[in-house]
């Protein structure tokens, strides 16, 4: 089934220059790219992804990581892929969480390392699930930003002005 995933290339990808080569092995999958921006990912948006591992040790750490203290860049690259099982296509390139348990030639394999105070930092960020991908999609994009209608639109009013969001 066409379904659709949310991608984020994190700070460590942005800074170590490996967006060309992720992008490379993601076109591997034959998917489209329906998406794509950068983003300075602030505190309310880190806490809002991530939401569901807040009771983790690791979560102050990660929220550190994905708002680009720990790299010092701010910088997060997302995107939205389409296609055929869009999802584990996207998460079998993207391999385990864990970078050293992730086949070698997989993104995190290949670019992934855990840091001393153990933190996996692992290049990227895929959607497990496709309530997850509608979820992660919804809160990183709006609907203009992505090419497909993948979720039903509404419409709100600012000031005479007709504003387009996910309902
Ligand atoms: O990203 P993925 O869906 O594979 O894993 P997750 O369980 O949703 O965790 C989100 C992120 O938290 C991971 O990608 C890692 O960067 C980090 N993490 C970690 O540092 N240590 C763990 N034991 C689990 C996750
Ligand atoms: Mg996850």
Redo the contacts with the bound molecule.
């Keep these: 089934m066409k379904e659709a995933t949310l991608v984020i290339i994190k700070p460590d990808g942005l800074k170590k220059s490996l967006t060309g080569n992720i992008l490379t092995r993601l076109s591997e999958t034959k998917l489209k790219i329906i998406g794509a921006k950068t983003v300075k990912v602030d505190k309310e948006l880190a806490y809002e992804h ?1 939401q569901h ?1 807040k009771d ?1 040790r ?1 979560f102050p750490e ?1 929220i550190k ?1 994905i708002t680009g203290e720990l790299h010092h860049d701010n910088r997060v690259m997302a995107l939205v892929y389409w296609g055929e099982d869009a999802i584990l296509k996207v998460r079998e390139v993207a391999g385990a ?1 864990n970078p050293e348990e992730a086949e070698p030639i997989s993104i995190r394999g290949a670019y992934g390392r855990i840091l001393t105070i153990g ?4 290049v990227i ?2 959607s ?1 699930s496709k309530e997850e991908a509608e979820r992660e999609i919804k809160l990183w994009f709006t609907p203009k930003e992505v090419v497909y209608e993948l979720y039903p639109i509404g419409e709100v009013e600012v000031e005479n002005y007709k504003l387009e969001v996910w309902k």
């Design positions: 991530y591992l983790e690791f990660l990581y969480t933190l996996y930092e692992n960020h895929a497990s």
